[in-house]
């Protein structure tokens, strides 16, 4: 068995017992049946900023993923939207959001009728067509106005979480302003069995038990892991961290403790394949879906998240709100042992992780046949090349004329607006503001991320050449796109 794992469970779960008790079984399963096609785990980390991980400089304690990212490939110029459905969409599809009508400039809002386009495969659906049994739990996001747009009617043989943005961590409700509603699912039924206790647990539970089945019954996995946190709201967990007690503000202590459950949740699922003796045959991606929301405000959607030294956060077109973070690794057999503890510099975005999983997995003999945005960067990494691409459209939206960017080798052009309500640098520790530099020009702008990756001199009214051809670039994706904004 190979696998692309990630998991979710804290050290308070209740699975551990159940661990115990089933571990000596499982082995005898897994050793006695074994598929030759590998398991897939996906990650998705939502809201999980730049430096809110200890391996780029933050406070908050995250050892499991700081000793994980020294066996793994950090893609640290992996480029994500900024906000999550139209990244999740292109993580579930390997297309551009502006190439399925999914670019929308916010997300899916409650009440939307949006969604991934029938006739564009997710990766599930890919996935049960090779003959893998698939599952999902934790966020959707990505268009529930019928059943046939949710998990179980996108490829998924089992789902439980919510299908819109967000909910509460206990009593899973979501709260958009006039909008209240219950919104937590057992594939196609409401799931109120479990209402009061953290969401986690349940996540674990169900994942856990989707794994272990597929596992005894010798068939290939594909487990999608898309995690509650760090998303506002701001709820303290069951667990707290004394290496928090010092944060501050207090909205940030909180975070600081929602990422140290997630962090000691990846830990228990990284034990939990060691467990079950599949770690050795296991791939494993781990990704953000946008920037960390900062600070910016009291009020929603306001979090306390830095993405330090990048510039702003979440809903931004700066590097702050769309820069990822993303790790590849797994187990020896899977995983050479030649590019662990490896920064790949080659620039890369979200709609690439779907076809890199399928080479990784030996599928690439599928891959042209599903007309991917993205390419597969797992021959760069793996032989050492560069990338396969030198551009990223970052985002495209009202034709290209307003809350547009697009990333050609090291130039980057954002025309319009940037969208969000702010803008500036968010530090560590102190956690505080530092103000962007005043640009009057400030409706079209134009960096160079190699001697300006932060951001700080807009060099457009210098370099109107680069501009007019980028802008071209620009026009080259809205003519060419496949679907109407």
Same mark, same amino acid.
């Given at each position: 068995? /190979?696998?692309?794992?990630?998991?979710?469970?804290? @050290?308070?779960?209740?699975?551990?017992?159940?661990?115990?008790?089933?571990?000596?079984?499982?082995?005898?399963?897994? &050793?006695?049946?074994?598929?030759?096609?590998?398991?897939?785990?996906?990650?998705?980390?939502?809201? $999980?900023?730049?430096?809110?991980?200890?391996?780029?400089?933050?406070?908050?304690?995250?050892?499991?993923?700081?000793?994980?990212?020294?066996?793994?490939?950090?893609? *640290?110029?992996?480029?994500?939207? @900024?906000?999550?459905?139209?990244?999740? *969409?292109?993580?579930?599809?390997?297309?551009?959001?502006?190439?399925?009508?999914?670019?929308?400039?916010?997300?899916?809002? @409650?009440?939307?009728? /949006?969604?991934?386009?029938?006739?564009?495969? &997710?990766?599930?659906?890919?996935?049960?067509?090779?003959?893998?049994? &698939?599952?999902? $739990?934790?966020?959707?996001?990505?268009?529930?106005?019928?059943?046939?747009?949710?998990?179980?009617?996108?490829?998924?043989? &089992?789902?439980?979480?919510?299908?819109?943005?967000?909910?509460?961590?206990?009593?899973?409700?979501?709260?958009?302003?006039?909008?209240?509603?219950?919104?937590?699912?057992?594939?196609?039924?409401?799931?109120?069995?479990?209402?009061?206790?953290?969401?986690?647990?349940?996540?674990?539970?169900?994942?856990?038990?989707?794994?272990?089945?597929?596992?005894?019954?010798?068939?290939?996995?594909?487990?999608?892991?898309?995690?509650?946190?760090?998303?506002?709201?701001?709820?303290?967990?069951?667990?707290?961290?004394?290496?928090?007690?010092?944060?501050?503000?207090?909205?940030?202590?909180?975070?600081?403790?929602?990422?140290?459950?997630?962090?000691?949740?990846?830990?228990?699922?990284?034990?939990?394949?060691?467990?079950?003796?599949?770690?050795?045959?296991?791939?494993?991606?781990?990704?953000?879906?946008?920037?960390?929301?900062?600070?910016?405000?009291? /009020?929603?959607?306001?979090?306390?998240?830095?993405?330090?030294?990048?510039?702003?956060?979440?809903?931004?077109?700066?590097?702050?709100?769309?820069?990822?973070?993303?790790?590849?690794?797994?187990?020896?057999?899977?995983?050479? *042992?030649?590019?662990?503890?490896?920064?790949?510099?080659?620039?890369?975005?979200?709609?690439?992780?779907?076809?890199?999983?399928?080479?990784?997995?030996?599928?690439?003999?599928?891959?042209?046949?599903?007309?991917?945005?993205?390419?597969?960067?797992?021959?760069?990494?793996?032989?050492?090349?560069?990338?396969?691409?030198?551009? $990223? @459209?970052?985002?495209? $939206?009202?034709?290209?004329?307003?809350?547009?960017?697009?990333?050609?080798?090291?130039?980057?052009?954002?025309?319009?607006?940037?969208?969000?309500?702010?803008?500036?640098?968010?530090?560590?520790?102190?956690?505080?503001?530092?103000? /962007?530099?005043?640009?009057?020009?400030?409706?079209?702008?134009?960096?160079?991320?190699?001697?300006?990756?932060?951001?700080?001199?807009?060099?457009?009214?210098?370099?109107?050449?680069?501009?007019?051809?980028?802008?071209?670039?620009?026009? *080259?994706?809205?003519?060419?796109?496949?679907?109407?904004?």
């Amino acid at each position: 068995l /190979a696998t692309v794992s990630v998991l979710y469970c804290p @050290p308070f779960s209740p699975l551990i017992t159940m661990r115990m008790m089933f571990t000596l079984l499982t082995l005898s399963l897994a &050793t006695a049946v074994v598929s030759n096609q590998p398991h897939i785990l996906y990650m998705v980390v939502d809201d $999980v900023g730049w430096t809110d991980v200890g391996f780029h400089g933050s406070n908050f304690p995250t050892p499991v993923l700081d000793k994980l990212v020294t066996e793994s490939v950090e893609m *640290s110029k992996y480029y994500v939207q @900024p906000v999550c459905s139209p990244t999740r *969409s292109s993580l579930m599809t390997g297309r551009y959001p502006f190439n399925m009508g999914m670019q929308h400039l916010t997300t899916i809002i @409650p009440g939307s009728t /949006a969604h991934i386009p029938l006739d564009v495969k &997710t990766i599930a659906e890919v996935m049960k067509e090779q003959g893998y049994e &698939t599952h999902m $739990v934790g966020k959707w996001h990505l268009g529930y106005a019928s059943w046939k747009y949710t998990p179980i009617g996108r490829g998924f043989d &089992t789902f439980t979480g919510y299908l819109g943005g967000m909910i509460d961590y206990y009593n899973r409700t979501m709260n958009a302003g006039d909008i209240v509603g219950y919104d937590f699912w057992h594939n196609t039924a409401a799931d109120y069995t479990h209402d009061g206790s953290y969401t986690l647990t349940d996540y674990m539970t169900d994942s856990e038990a989707a794994l272990r089945k597929t596992v005894a019954a010798g068939k290939p996995s594909f487990l999608y892991f898309a995690h509650q946190n760090i998303h506002i709201p701001i709820d303290v967990p069951p667990t707290t961290s004394p290496k928090c007690e010092s944060v501050s503000p207090d909205r940030r202590k909180t975070l600081c403790d929602m990422m140290s459950v997630l962090d000691s949740a990846i830990g228990e699922t990284l034990q939990l394949y060691k467990d079950l003796g599949i770690w050795n045959n296991t791939l494993m991606i781990i990704t953000t879906d946008n920037g960390g929301m900062t600070y910016y405000q009291d /009020a929603f959607p306001g979090s306390a998240s830095s993405n330090w030294p990048l510039r702003a956060g979440k809903t931004t077109l700066f590097e702050g709100g769309v820069k990822g973070v993303c790790l590849l690794t797994g187990g020896d057999n899977v995983f050479p *042992s030649n590019i662990r503890n490896l920064k790949y510099f080659g620039m890369a975005h979200a709609a690439d992780l779907m076809p890199t999983i399928l080479t990784a997995a030996g599928m690439s003999d599928i891959v042209p046949s599903l007309e991917f945005d993205g390419v597969s960067h797992w021959e760069s990494i793996t032989k050492n090349l560069t990338s396969p691409r030198s551009e $990223v @459209p970052v985002n495209i $939206v009202y034709s290209g004329l307003n809350y547009t960017s697009i990333i050609n080798n090291d130039m980057k052009l954002i025309v319009g607006k940037v969208q969000g309500a702010y803008d500036g640098y968010w530090t560590v520790s102190p956690y505080k503001e530092i103000p /962007a530099p005043f640009d009057p020009h400030n409706t079209t702008r134009l960096f160079n991320l190699s001697a300006d990756p932060n951001e700080y001199h807009n060099i457009a009214e210098s370099h109107p050449e680069i501009v007019e051809f980028l802008k071209q670039r620009i026009e *080259s994706y809205v003519k060419g796109k496949r679907y109407s904004e």
